[in-house]
Antibody, heavy 123, light 105 residues
Framework: QVHLVESGGGVVQPGRSLRLSCAVSGFTFSSYDMHWVRQAPGKGLEWVAT????????YYVDSVKGRITISRDNSKNTLYLQMNTLRVEDTAIYYC????????????????WGQGTLVTVSS | IVLTQSPATLSLSPGERATLFCRASQSVSRFLAWYQQKPGQAPRLLIFDASSKATGIPVRFSGSGSGTDFTLTISSLEPEDFAVYYCQQRSNWPITFGQGTRLEI
């Protein structure tokens, strides 16, 4: 059974850093592209970042480029999101999500999601 | 690519047919998905590539469309279908979502 569990969220001041983790089980992590999607309180979904199955490619929404880095450790079945220079507008629930496709056949749709971790950026 | 969903809110009763729309600002071919999200839960993939059903999705859900105009249809609403629905395109970076349609009783 596919399982994704995010952790690392919390309350942080503007300009500070936070690292989110997503521990996965139930599938061959190293074969799937992985994604982070966020949702501001009461708002819609926003894609944040994608990393290829082997970690060789990363993609970001413009609003986080240069501040946020996605990474993965396939030996630990864990996905990360390093968030630096946080802004108030980064406040959201952050979900990690698994791609539908496998390896080079990435679909960039999200078929399994974690429960999310809340990041609140406030002074 | 901007995705515009309509209507913003749809009020229907169990047993009725629901039709939700998603319009893209430029062609996304058939690279569009639909998700369902209930309060306090993560989204759930329903449909991908415009009309392919994700694993375990009931037959009452169907998707259609191509290019810029897409439809999600729920043939006969069950009480558990009342939720927010989002469309998502993967044709071009950045991946984008529509703003959502709230399906309410």
């Amino acid at each position: 059974q596919v399982h994704l569990v995010e952790s690392g969220g919390g309350v942080v001041q503007p300009g500070r850093s936070l690292r989110l983790s997503c521990a996965v089980s139930g599938f061959t992590f190293s074969s799937y592209d992985m994604h982070w999607v966020r949702q501001a309180p009461g708002k819609g979904l926003e894609w944040v970042a994608t990393i290829s199955f082997d970690g060789s490619n990363e993609y970001y929404v413009d609003s986080v480029k240069g501040r946020i880095t996605i990474s993965r450790d396939n030996s630990k079945n864990t996905l990360y999101l390093q968030m630096n220079t946080l802004r108030v507008e980064d406040t959201a629930i952050y979900y990690c999500a698994k791609d539908v496709g496998v390896q080079a056949w990435s679909y960039k749709y999200f078929d399994s999601w974690g429960q999310g971790t809340l990041v609140t950026v406030s002074s | 690519i901007v995705l515009t969903q309509s209507p913003a809110t749809l009020s229907l009763s169990p047993g009725e047919r629901a039709t939700l729309f998603c319009r893209a600002s430029q062609s996304v071919s058939r690279f569009l998905a639909w998700y369902q999200q209930k309060p306090g839960q993560a989204p759930r993939l329903l449909i991908f590539d415009a009309s392919s059903k994700a694993t375990g999705i009931p037959v009452r859900f169907s998707g259609s469309g191509s290019g810029t105009d897409f439809t999600l249809t729920i043939s006969s609403l069950e009480p558990e279908d009342f939720a927010v629905y989002y469309c998502q395109q993967r044709s071009n970076w950045p991946i984008t979502f529509g703003q959502g349609t709230r399906l309410e009783i």
